[in-house]
């Protein structure tokens, strides 16, 4: 029975840094429920409203750090090819690929700490201003406080990414997931605590806290000598013998993977913010519970795809291209049956709930909307894996896709949205993502012919 469970998994391509992220990724769809459940019963419709608006303008954070995640663990995926960990985080191996991975990492450190402190000086007003215009006599409960610890917490965690970033690069993409799953863990009970306590708002900043301590903790017990490193990199006077340009190297692909992320922002996140403006808190908690379901989902069927990145790195490095192909198809195909299978399961439960448990059911959009947006998600899983492929060569040829996918979105959320709410918001992203199918395809076979 073992054997064939073991066999059952190796066929769709689970090993442990992909069974640490589904277990994560689980553990998000049952907590998921059980949150959904406390906001429904301890949050009122306005206050549900204020939950996930906070959440859709907390990702304002992808402004501030410019899509630099990605460029580091790329960028770490083709320096440790030629390294190795030994204990507590110290690298052994070339010292001059072990010179320019600390330099990275050290200038890294630098971006995120001057990114951290301008999102706090820029969100807190902003924010401020933002929900004191929205705000109605409907407005019982505090959201001053907890918007300001909501987004000191996000600064805090922006301090701790380019550790992550390179450990991923690294190819150590089993500790990253088992960290992530933890501190999904500990910011969840938090976060119910909190709520259940009638904390209300205190949640995000709780959710938070949880995976700052859960992060700072594997970082001190794990890699020890690698934070020392970074930071005496980062702010010490001598200079390593071999560097990394961050304005020839590192930034002509920053530039660009930061501009899709910001363009990923208008495609992702706008809905919430627009609907609270136009349409309340009442029916922006509507749309913002659906879209925490559908990013749930498709961080799910992404993990398929990411832990792959540092091995297409490796490979591209080392110039195995049937080796790389294969690796890809394989991924893309299990990610994509992961997500139908998800999908329609997610689509009957919800289905039931809203037809037995208006209650509960009357916290989401519609079902035939949530179907509308199960199909761009099905395209973004398609969109995302030529993405992480292309990505891994230390190249953003989506760029233009994304800005042009972005503009698409945002001028149909803004019109559309004023004046059809949810229906016309989720038709015109199923529209829009299906149809950026095609281009992807188009962009990615062009690149993967050029670059051999």
């Given at each position: 029975m073992s054997a064939f469970f073991i066999g059952l998994l190796k066929t769709f391509g689970v090993n442990r840094a992909i069974a640490f992220g589904v277990i994560t990724r689980m553990w998000s769809a049952l907590a998921g429920p059980l949150t959904i459940v406390l906001i429904a019963t301890r949050f009122s419709k306005v206050e549900q409203g204020y939950y996930y608006t906070?959440?859709?303008?907390?990702?304002?954070?992808?402004?501030?750090?410019?899509?630099?995640?990605?460029?580091?663990?790329?960028?770490?995926?083709?320096?440790?090819?030629?390294?190795?960990?030994?204990?507590?985080?110290?690298?052994?191996g070339s010292q001059e690929h072990r010179d320019?991975?600390?330099?990275?990492?050290?200038?890294?450190?630098?971006?995120?700490?001057?990114?951290?402190?301008?999102?706090?000086?820029?969100?807190?007003p902003s924010g401020f201003l933002f929900f004191a215009q929205s705000s109605d006599t409907s407005v019982d409960f505090s959201w001053r406080i907890p918007w300001a610890l909501a987004v000191i917490g996000?600064?805090?965690?922006?301090?701790?990414?380019?550790?992550?970033?390179?450990?991923?690069?690294?190819?150590?993409?089993?500790?990253?997931?088992?960290?992530?799953?933890?501190?999904?863990?500990?910011?969840?009970?938090?976060?119910?605590?909190?709520?259940?306590?009638?904390?209300?708002?205190?949640?995000?900043?709780?959710?938070?806290?949880?995976?700052?301590?859960?992060?700072i903790g594997y970082?001190?017990?794990?890699?020890?000598?690698?934070?020392?490193?970074?930071?005496?990199?980062?702010?010490?006077?001598?200079?390593?013998?071999?560097?990394?340009?961050?304005?020839?190297?590192?930034?002509?692909?920053q530039w660009k993977i930061a501009l899709s992320w910001i363009s990923g922002y208008f495609i992702f996140q706008l809905f919430t913010p627009v609907l609270f403006k136009f349409h309340g808190p009442v029916v922006a908690g509507q749309m913002g519970m659906t879209l925490s379901v559908w990013n749930a989902i498709l961080s799910t069927c992404a993990i398929w795809m990411t832990v792959k990145a540092p091995e297409f790195g490796r490979l591209i490095s080392l110039k195995k291209w049937i080796e790389l192909d294969q690796e890809f198809y394989r991924a893309l195909k299990?990610?994509?049956?992961?997500?139908?299978?998800?999908?329609?399961?997610?689509?009957?439960?919800?289905?039931?709930?809203?037809?037995?448990?208006?209650?509960?059911?009357?916290?989401?959009?519609?079902t035939q909307y949530l179907l509308l947006m199960f199909v761009a998600l099905l395209a973004q899983v398609i969109i995302n894996g030529l993405a992480v492929y292309l990505r891994a060569h230390k190249q953003e040829p989506f760029l233009l896709l994304s800005v042009f996918g972005a503009l698409s979105q945002g001028v149909c959320v803004i019109i559309v949205g004023e004046k059809f709410s949810?229906?016309?918001?989720?038709?015109?992203?199923?529209?829009?993502?299906?149809?950026?199918?095609?281009?992807?395809?188009?962009?990615?076979?062009?690149?993967?012919?050029?670059?051999?």
């Open positions: 906070f959440s859709s303008l907390l990702a304002l954070q992808v402004f501030f750090e410019l899509g630099l995640l990605t460029v580091l663990a790329q960028f770490a995926a083709h320096e440790f090819a030629f390294l190795s960990w030994e204990e507590k985080g110290e690298i052994t320019r991975f600390v330099d990275l990492l050290g200038k890294g450190v630098k971006w995120y700490a001057v990114s951290a402190l301008l999102l706090v000086l820029v969100l807190i996000v600064g805090c965690n922006l301090l701790l990414i380019p550790f992550y970033a390179v450990i991923t690069g690294s190819g150590d993409v089993v500790s990253i997931n088992h960290r992530e799953m933890l501190g999904g863990m500990a910011g969840s009970v938090l976060g119910w605590l909190v709520i259940a306590c009638g904390g209300g708002l205190y949640a995000i900043p709780a959710v938070t806290t949880g995976t700052i301590i859960t992060g970082l001190f017990k794990s890699k020890r000598v690698l934070v020392r490193t970074a930071f005496v990199s980062a702010f010490g006077t001598k200079r390593p013998t071999h560097t990394v340009s961050w304005w020839t190297e590192v930034w002509p692909m299990q990610s994509l049956f992961v997500a139908l299978l998800i999908c329609s399961s997610a689509l009957s439960v919800i289905y039931f709930i809203q037809r037995n448990w208006s209650r509960f059911g009357e916290r989401l959009i519609p949810y229906p016309g918001i989720t038709l015109g992203f199923a529209c829009i993502n299906m149809i950026l199918i095609f281009p992807a395809y188009m962009i990615w076979s062009q690149c993967k012919k050029s670059w051999r």
